[in-house]
């Protein structure tokens, strides 16, 4: 075998001199000389074919029944085995205010990382400006305390969204109850569209944005935005550089429909606060949303039932909620629905736990309990279907993978000193090899994964599979 792979070594290599020859030196001659070196002399090699096929075919039926290999799975990549951080980004004028990164957001070529400052721990939130960064990661001059860009921002930024293709695009939620988009390549004024203060302006932080195929227009998408105020409103782009509402949904109490398995959901006519949201990856009508009284909600955008007091806006809301879950003991802070599986989502919230649940039942499959504080943000992995990574106020990224154990991490990161809280987390979908995360000391962390967080094993959809369908009701 040595000779042998020493022949075919030189042989590589005398191609691939030829091959550069070619490339540097278009001209016919170096075409032909490299067509004429390719000459076979079929009658010889056929004789020779011919004397080994018997053998040949013995060893391979040989090969065949053999069970030496079994269970032996081949991975052609490069192995990297430690999970490394290739960043810590910040802005030192956000950190000298004391400005926590409250949401992050890779764009569209999944080489830009953006994060908003706003304050999530006590102080004056309404007043207090504060600004949206972004680091092109894979620039030459990469100065992770500069950031390419800094908007500053009147109020504080609650959460943060690129648009999923247009690279330069960035929607963010405030403080103030308005959304506003910018536009990264315009240095000088970014900001292309904003609700401004109208009578359909959510009321509370906006603490999420999301970006939605627009049914009518192809290229052309719409801004959805979910606030405390318990609205979750969809706002398409004006000429005028307003986003202008096009449609919304209220979240009221009495409107939830609960199984009698759930313990009272807390009646009145209260408006129910949103705090967070995932849309389904299999249905574009579907999503859940976290709610501040500890629930977790299937909607539908398909709804149409009116929603009480869905009046008053330029445009009538309806009431998108379906069913309720089984709750967690405090506020939910983030929820995330599975890539590879129609009926999983996870959510996580102030008791500490994420729930694994399947939305054809109310009791979640799992209950993790992964941080004595708060959990603020949980996202499954975009590869692995089995992976998940949540955000801790304790300063830990866990990475959980439910092939290795069911019941705790399989590695958890020490983002930042002294227990200062992670509040959000973001996989990246076109280079998944990288996950950001942003803490309470201002700082953003680039972690590497390593490969065996971002290879898919030969039987993990039958895993999955197989949790979707335990029976917890």
Known sequence: PDSYRGTLESAAQSHTSRDAG????????????????????????????????????????????????????VNWTDQNETVLCLHTLSYPEAQDQNLQVTSVSWNATGSVVACSYGRLEGGDWSTEKSYVCTWNLDRRGLNPQRPDLVVDVPSSVMGLAFHPSQPSLIAGGLFSGELVVWDTSRTE?????????????????VYQVTWLPDAKHRNRSRLLSASTDGKILVWREEQDGRLALAEGFAMVAQQIPRSTRL??????????????????????????????????????????????????GSVPLRAPAELAFSPHTGPVYSVSCSPFHRNLFLSCGTDGQVHLHSMLQTQPIVSLQLSK?????????????????????????????????????????????????????????????LLAAGDATGAVRVWQLSSDFTEQGPREMSRLEQLASEVTD
């Not at 004024?189 to 932080?205: A, E, F, S, Y």
């Open 22 to 73: 070619v490339q540097t030196d278009q001209s016919k001659d170096a075409v032909q000389d490299f067509q004429q070196e390719v000459q076979v002399d079929y009658t010889s090699l056929l004789s020779f074919l011919q004397r080994v096929e018997d053998a040949v075919i013995k060893e391979l039926n040989k090969n065949w029944k053999s069970r030496a290999f079994d269970g032996f799975e």
């Open 189 to 205: 004024d970014p900001v292309i569209w904003r609700t401004g203060l109208t009578g359909d302006t959510h009321t509370d932080p």
């Open 263 to 312: 313990k009272k959901f807390p009646c009145g006519e209260a408006a129910v606060g949103v705090t967070s949201l995932s849309f389904s990856h299999f249905d574009p009508r579907v999503f859940v949303v976290g709610v501040e009284g500890g629930y977790s909600l299937k909607c539908s955008t398909a709804a149409a039932t009116p929603a009480l007091h869905g009046a008053g």
């Open 373 to 433: 504080k708060y959990l603020f943000c949980v996202r499954w992995s975009p590869v692995r279907p089995l992976v998940f990574a949540a955000a801790s106020g304790e300063g830990d990224v866990h990475l959980f993978d439910f092939e290795k154990s069911s019941h705790k991490p399989a590695l958890s990161l020490k983002q930042a000193a002294g227990e200062r809280p992670v509040y959000c987390l973001e996989f990246n979908v076109k280079q998944s090899r």
